[in-house]
C-alpha cells in the first residue's frame, strides 16, 4: 500500500501528528472519501490543472493561496477559526458557563445529530453539480464551479473530522455512512429534500449557490454559535469559504441578467415580456429568471424545517445551536417569556400571530435568511434599472409552493394569493420553469473553453478572481 | 491639498459576506444595509482584509484630495469616477511621497543606474529626446538609501512549463506610497543581502509591463515582465542572483524599489501617433505597457500601432494569449519565431521586410514613433532591415534616423 504522509497531505490546525487515533481513523476514512470523490465528485476534468484556492491556515493571509492543482490532489485540510480565549456558551441553560471542549454526555445524540445533517448537505452538493463541468460558459466559470466543489468536499471533512475526534465509534459509523448516501438515490437517498434535487444546468447552478448554499451559511452561523467550541470554531472557518459560494451565486446571476438587458438594448427591445424575440438573441428573459428564482427561493426556505419546532427550541435551551448574530440580539438570551411574530394562515388569510419566541426558532433564521436574499436580488435589480428596462425581480411569497411548514397544505400565488388545487395546477407554469422553459435553458448549455471567452447568455465579470485577467487560462483541461 | 490613496470597497461587486468586517484587526470595515464600506479615519492599509475577500470587490483604490466618507460612501451604488489630476499635483504627491521617505528628487538619473541606461540606448547613435506630446515622467522618487517599500501581490510563469525559458509576471503594489511611473520607464529592485564580496547586490532595472494607471486600473501597482536568468559555463550553472530573486518571489514579500528612471523613452500622448514597437523576448514589457495604455485610454485612436514581436517559440513569447485577442483594427501584429520544428527560422528583421510597403509608408510620417527594445543581438538584423526598406523605398535610414531621433521619434533600449 502506498504510504501517505497525512501530515502534509491534510494541511491542519488541530495538531493531527499529535494525535495518533485520530490521526488512524481518519487515514481508514481517506481511501473511502477519495474514491466517492472519483465517482461522485466532478465528471470529467479530474486530470486538468483547475487555478484553486487551497486554504493553508487559518490566519488572512494563509487562507487564500492560489495555485494550479488537479481536483483529486487538492489538500483538503482541517482547519478550525482560532480559539478565543475564556469563551463562554453565548445562550440557553448554560450561558455563561465556559464553552465545552468536550462533548457534554447527555448532548452526545442531539450533538452527533446536528453535525451529520450538515454533514450530509457537503458532499451532496457535490454530486448534484457533478454534470456542470462539461457546459461551463466559461473557463471562469468552470473554475469557479470546482472552487465550490473541493470546498463542499473540504466542508465534509470539517464534519467528519469532528465526529471522529469527538465522537466515537458512532461518530465513525456515522463519517462512513456520509459516503454511502447518494442524492436523489431511492434507496440512501441524501437527508434533506432540496440535496437531492438535480442541479441540471447553470442557471440553476447561480441559482443554487444564491439560494441553497445561503440556507448552508445561516445553518453554519447558527451552529457557529455552538457553546460545543470545537463545533463553533469549524464552523467560523467554514463561513469564510461559504461567502465564496454565495458570491458565484449572487455574481452569476448578476452577470444573466446583465448580458440579457444588454441584448435587449442592442436590439432595441423595450419590453421584457417579448419572450420569443428576446431568446432569439439566444440570452435568458428576465420572467424565465424570475421563475428559477420562485422555484429555488421556494426548495431553499424548504431547508429550515417547521417554522414552530421543539427540536430547534430544545437545541438553543442545551446551548447546542443559537440564533443568528445571537451575540448581537439585545435580550436575555434564554426567551424565557419572549415572543416572535411568525406569519400564519388563520382563516384562510396571512398573519402575523406573536409566539413563543424559543418555539419560533426555525422562523426566525428563515426570516433572517429571506433578508439577506433580498439584499443580493436588489443588486440584481440595480443592473436592470441601470439599463432601462423596466421590471423588477421578486422574491416569491413565502407561501408560495412550500412543501415542509405550515404552507405546505396551501397553494399561494408568488404575490401571496391564495388559489385552489385545480387552480394552481393550471397557473403554476406561470411561476415556476416549465419544461418548455427547461427545454430553452438546457439549450443555450454549450461549453465554452477559450481563455477570456464567454457564452453568449452571460456577461463577462467585472473582476476575475486573484487579480488575474479576464483571459488567464483558469482551466488547463488538456494536462 | 495633497493627494492621498483611499482604499474603497466596490459596492457592484461586493456581496455584503461579512468576511473583510470580521477579517479587519482594527475594526476600520463597517456597514449599513446597503454597503459595506472602510472607514477612512481608521484604516491603515494593512492588507489583511485584501486575500479573504471572495470578491476581488476590496480590492478598490482612489486617489484622492479629501477621502471619501463612510456616509458617503453608504449611499453609493457604484464606485466614483477616477478624478483626473494634473502633473503639478501628481508631482505634488510624489514630492511628499519622497520627501516622506527622506529622499530627493533630482533632474537625473543617479550614476548607477545613468550608466545601464547609457550602456541600453548605445544603439540609438546619439541623444534621445522623448515625444513632446510625452507625459511629464518622475525619476529618482526612490532612491538606495530611501527605496519604497512594494509588496508583492502576484508573481506567476507566462511561458508554457516545457518551454526553455522561464518568464514571470510580477505584480508589485506600492500601498499608500505614491509611485508615479510612465510606459516606458523602468524601476530599479535591489536584492537583499551582499555579494560573495560583501557588497551590496547592484541595482537590476526591468521596464514596467504596465501602464500608468496600473496593472489593475486604478491600483497602485506595477508589473514586470522577469526572465529567470542561468547562465551556464564549465558545465556549472549560474542563477542570476536579481532575475532569480524576483521570480522566486511569494505572494506578500516585501521588495525595495528605486525610480522610476528613464526621461525619453516614452510614449506620444496624442491620439494621431503612429507607434511601430520591434521586440524580443522580455523587451516586449514597455510594448505591453504602451499598447495598454492607449487600449484603455483610446481603443478608437487614429494613429496605428505596429508591434513585431520574436521569440523562439511561441510558447517562449511572454502574453502569447492576450496578444492574440487584440482586435486587428487596433493593433498589426506581426510575431516572429526563430526555433519552430521544421519551419524555417524567422526573425523579427525578416517579419519587418515583409511588412516593407507599410513601414516605409509610416516611417517619414512626424507623427510616427519607433521604438526597439530586447536583446542587443537583434540591434544590427534590425539595423539592416530598416536600411533595406529605407533604400527600397527612396530613403535614407542614416538620414531619417538622425531626423526621428532628434524630434524624439526614434528609441532603443538592448541589452
Ligand atoms: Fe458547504
Ligand atoms: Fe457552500
Redesign the pocket.
Known sequence: MQQINYDELIPNNVNLSGDRRLQRALEKWHPGYIDWWMSMGPDGFQASQVYLRTAVSVDPKGWANFGFVKMPDYRWGIFLAPAEEGRTVGFGRHKGEPAWQEVPGEYRAPLRRLISIQGDTEPA?VEQQRHLGKTAPSLYDMRNLFQ?NV??GR?LWAMVYLLHAYFGRDGREEAEALLQRRSGDEDKPRVLGAFNEDTPHWLAFFMF?FFT?RD?KFQLESLAQSGFDPLSRTCRFMLT??AH?MFVGESGVMRVVQRTVDAMNEAGITDPHDVNRIREMGVIDLPTIQKYMNFHFSVSADLFGSEMSTNAANAYTMGLKGRYKEEKIDDDHQLHDSVYPVLKLVDGEFRWVEEPALNALNARLRDDYVKDCAAGVKRWNKVIEKAGIEFTLEIPHIAFNRQMGQFSDVHATPKGDILDDAAWEQRKDEWLPSSDDETYVHSLMKAVTEPGEYAGWIAAPKVAIDSKPGDFEFVRIAS | MALKRQHLIDPEVCIRCNTCEETCPIDAVTHNEDNYVVDPDICNYCMDCISPCPTGAIDSWRMVKAAYGIEEQFEWDELPEEAEYTDEELAEASGDAANDAGGVRSGSDPDEVDEILQRARAGQGGKAVPPPSAAHPYINVYTRDAPAVARVVGNYRITESQAGSDIHHVVLDFGSQAFPVLEGQSIGIIPPGEDARGRPHHVRLYSVASPRDGERPNHNNVALTVKREITEADGQRFPGVASNYICDLQKGDEVKVTGPFGNTFLMPNHPEANIIMVCTGTGSAPFRAMTERRRRRMADAPGKLMLFFGARTPQELPYFGPLRKLPERFIDINLAFSRVPEQPREYVQDRMRLRSTDVAALLPDENTYLYICGLKGMEDGVKEALEAICSEHGLDWTVLASTMRESGRFHVETY
Open positions: 452538493s465550490v470546498e463542499e466542508h449557490t448554499d448552508g469559504e461559504e459560494h
